[in-house]
């Protein structure tokens, strides 16, 4: 099964807050879609640059894409 990670950055200094406010949400629209093997999470990369991610199966990613606009997208190892 392959998998897709979307990204969501953010930057400031709550950048923190807001990407596990995001998270929250994804948590919830996964919830709601009865996404199988999916999950959300969020990275620090510096004290002001935090990101959102959603890991999806790589069939859902198009859709997943359109409708909630991430900044950006790779493969989930």
Known sequence: MERIKLIWEFRGPNSR???A????HLN???ISEDLR????TTE????????ALM???KKH???LKERLKPHRGQRYP
Request: proline share 0%; with cysteine; charged share 25%.
């Open 17 to 19: 807050q807001i990407a």
């Open 21 to 24: 406010h995001h998270v929250k």
């Open 28 to 30: 919830e629209f996964i």
């Open 37 to 40: 093997n999916a999950f959300c």
């Open 44 to 51: 620090q990369l510096t004290d002001r640059y935090h990101l």
């Open 55 to 57: 890991v999806v199966e």
């Open 61 to 63: 990613m198009e859709d």
